[in-house]
């Protein structure tokens, strides 16, 4: 086998962030995704960071007490999940500061700084990047995301999708998928596997240096 005789190059190591939307999908998706998603990461010790949506939240309190347990980074994903340059300044600051009191309420954990827009929208405005500023948070984006919530979308596409982009990107990067879609939990322990064959050091957020210059783009 030529393979074994062939010098592998060095792996260069490199720290990237997988992080997680928790929020209500779309549709009803397969009952027990998140849980399963959650004794991924403890059987394969990932620590992750995960954006609570506050009405999920208050649907799933254990789950997301779990979240909180298991040393996972725990975020702000909005409570209604609207999108937020749609809302007025009061509207921005009530959406923002009722999902930190459920987000509280069911991890006990301030999710502060850590915020993401739903669909990335508004990461753009200043309006809204300032009404996040008043309530002390910042937005966080995202390098590489994979459509993991499209129906159909084929699993060996979304995990190279994932793994391709974040080895490219290198250091600082960070992964966008959801707590729900039954194909990322099929496609999490690929993903896990592979990236840490390519020399990645899955961290949490709070464990990059650079997340405000990430960009982000619209999503779920
Ligand atoms: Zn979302």
Redesign the pocket.
């Given at each position: 086998m030529a393979r074994r005789h062939t010098k592998k190059p060095a792996v260069e190591p490199f720290r990237t962030a997988l992080t997680f939307?928790a929020?209500h999908p779309d549709r009803r998706s397969t009952p027990g995704v998140q849980e399963r998603l959650l004794d991924i990461l403890d059987r394969l010790d990932v620590k992750a960071t995960f954006?609570i949506?506050g009405r999920w939240a208050e649907a799933y309190p254990d789950t997301a007490a779990r979240i909180a347990k298991s040393g996972h980074l725990v975020g702000n994903?909005s409570h209604y999940?609207a999108r937020m340059p749609h809302l007025s300044r009061d509207g921005l600051d009530f959406d923002i500061k009722t999902a930190e009191e459920a987000i509280i309420a069911a991890t006990g954990v301030d999710p502060k700084p850590w915020f993401?827009n739903?669909?990335g929208a508004g990461s753009d405005s200043r309006r809204v990047l300032k009404a996040l500023d008043r309530a002390g948070y910042v937005h966080v984006g995202w390098s590489v995301e994979a459509w993991d919530w499209e129906p159909d979308r084929p699993l060996a596409e979304l995990v190279d999708t994932i793994v391709d982009g974040l080895v490219t990107a290198r250091d600082e990067s960070v992964a966008l998928l959801?707590t729900w879609p039954k194909r990322t939990e099929k496609a999490l322990p690929w993903i896990i596997d592979r990236l840490r064959d390519a020399g990645a050091q899955l961290v949490r957020v709070d464990q990059l240096d650079n997340i405000i210059a990430l960009p982000s783009g619209p999503?779920?």
């Amino acid at each position: 086998m030529a393979r074994r005789h062939t010098k592998k190059p060095a792996v260069e190591p490199f720290r990237t962030a997988l992080t997680f939307d928790a929020e209500h999908p779309d549709r009803r998706s397969t009952p027990g995704v998140q849980e399963r998603l959650l004794d991924i990461l403890d059987r394969l010790d990932v620590k992750a960071t995960f954006f609570i949506q506050g009405r999920w939240a208050e649907a799933y309190p254990d789950t997301a007490a779990r979240i909180a347990k298991s040393g996972h980074l725990v975020g702000n994903h909005s409570h209604y999940h609207a999108r937020m340059p749609h809302l007025s300044r009061d509207g921005l600051d009530f959406d923002i500061k009722t999902a930190e009191e459920a987000i509280i309420a069911a991890t006990g954990v301030d999710p502060k700084p850590w915020f993401r827009n739903p669909f990335g929208a508004g990461s753009d405005s200043r309006r809204v990047l300032k009404a996040l500023d008043r309530a002390g948070y910042v937005h966080v984006g995202w390098s590489v995301e994979a459509w993991d919530w499209e129906p159909d979308r084929p699993l060996a596409e979304l995990v190279d999708t994932i793994v391709d982009g974040l080895v490219t990107a290198r250091d600082e990067s960070v992964a966008l998928l959801h707590t729900w879609p039954k194909r990322t939990e099929k496609a999490l322990p690929w993903i896990i596997d592979r990236l840490r064959d390519a020399g990645a050091q899955l961290v949490r957020v709070d464990q990059l240096d650079n997340i405000i210059a990430l960009p982000s783009g619209p999503s779920s």
